[in-house]
């Protein structure tokens, strides 16, 4: 059995890899944040991704842009060959695709088709990206993947939907399977359970910053910078684990 390389300094120069739901909100953050270190990003979205491409750009920092629709098995396979071909390795992949669906609903009110929708773009999303980056990782013998879940995932949801609770409980689920069976082959495998982020997916949602301890809602660069610290060497010894960025919302 291989042994972990030890924890060092954040340095992404030379690494590359992809972020699902990059074309707004937390995917956008990720996708500049990721590059500020040095790495070359797929940003990879079902909607377009010129602003963040241009952003980059505008910086200097090499992000391309890569149409994928995650709950999609071909289109996942397409975008994931694509980013290898175009960056030629692929040391990370952050899934941050999702969407919320609607709220407040006795369960009876819910449709199968919402239901399904949900849980097809977040949960069953996560698990077609994986699936479609494992090999490429397993045969470089390392790579790095970060799910976002959320608090709706830990404690049953403060105003979301219960399919939304349902896929992201899924999600962590699903990451600490992962990272057991990826360690073996250098692959690690974490998650990340924000708690209200100031992002298009909650503008219409009742959230108010006297929810948070710290005294205000989340920014996808708070995201962002979690994320940067899994993907990178600084966590070479942490794998399996749901980090919780909430302004100390859940405390366990």
Known sequence: MNSAPLS????????????????????RAVCLSLAREGASVAACDILPCVDTVAEAASRGWPVFEIPCDVSDMRSAKDAVDKAKKLMGSLDFLVNNAGILGRSGKPIEDYGFDEWKQVLDINLNGTFIMTQA??????????????????????????LAGPHYCASKGGIHAFVKWAAKNGALHGIYVNGIA????????????????EMVPLGRLGNPNDIAEAVVFLVS???NFITGTILDVNGGMLMV
């Open 194 to 209: 924000p708690g209200p982020i100031e992002t298009p997916m909650i503008e219409n949602e009742p959230y108010g910053p």
């Open 8 to 27: 060092g300094p954040i340095d992404l120069a030379g690494k590359s890899g992809i972020v699902t739901g990059a074309a707004r909100g937390i995917g």
């Open 133 to 158: 980056v494992w090999p490429y990782m397993r045969g470089q013998g390392r790579g790095k993947i970060v799910c976002i879940g959320s608090i709706a995932g830990r404690i049953g949801g403060l």
């Open 233 to 235: 060497q600084a966590s």
